[in-house]
C-alpha cells in the first residue's frame, strides 16, 4: 500500500520559509518521479513542483518559481518542498504525490498524501 507521510506546515507570517518533508513507503521511491500539489481553501487543486526520479530534473510552477525548491533524499525515501517568503495567497493544503501528473482535468490523478496545512497570515 502506497502511504505519503507529508509534515511540516504550520502557522507563519509573510516573508517566513518553512521546509516541507513527505516520507513515503509502499513502493519503490527512488523509481519513482514525485510531485507536490496544494489546495488552497474553495479553490481546485495546483500542481506546483515536480522531481525526476534520480533528482536530476525539476520543475516549480510560476506562481512559486523563485521562491520554492522541491528536493529528495532516495536514502531515505523522503521529498522536500522548501519554502522561502511565504505570501498570504501560498496558504493551502500541500500533498505530496506520486508521479509528475496528479492533477487531471482539475482532480486527483495517482497517489496523494494526506496533506499538510501551511497557513501564511500576519
Known amino acids: 500500500e502506497v502511504q505519503l507521510q507529508a509534515s511540516g506546515g504550520g502557522l507563519v507570517r509573510p516573508g517566513d520559509s518553512l521546509r516541507l518533508s513527505c516520507v513515503a513507503s509502499?513502493?519503490?521511491?527512488?523509481?519513482?518521479?514525485m510531485s507536490w500539489v496544494r489546495q488552497a481553501p474553495g479553490k481546485g487543486p495546483e500542481q506546483i513542483a515536480g522531481?525526476?526520479?534520480?533528482?536530476?530534473?525539476?520543475f516549480t510552477s510560476d506562481s512559486v518559481d523563485g521562491r520554492f525548491a522541491i528536493s529528495r533524499d532516495n536514502a531515505k525515501s523522503t521529498l522536500y518542498l522548501q519554502m522561502n517568503n511565504l505570501k498570504p495567497e501560498d496558504t493551502a493544503v500541500y500533498y505530496c504525490?506520486?508521479?509528475?501528473?496528479?492533477?487531471?482535468?482539475?482532480?486527483?490523478?495517482?497517489?496523494w498524501g494526506q496533506g499538510t496545512l501551511v497557513t501564511v497570515s500576519s
Open positions: 522531481i525526476s526520479r534520480d533528482g536530476r530534473g525539476s
Open positions: 504525490a506520486v508521479g509528475l501528473h496528479p492533477v487531471v482535468d482539475g482532480g486527483k490523478n495517482g497517489a
Open positions: 509502499g513502493f519503490t521511491f527512488g523509481k519513482s518521479d
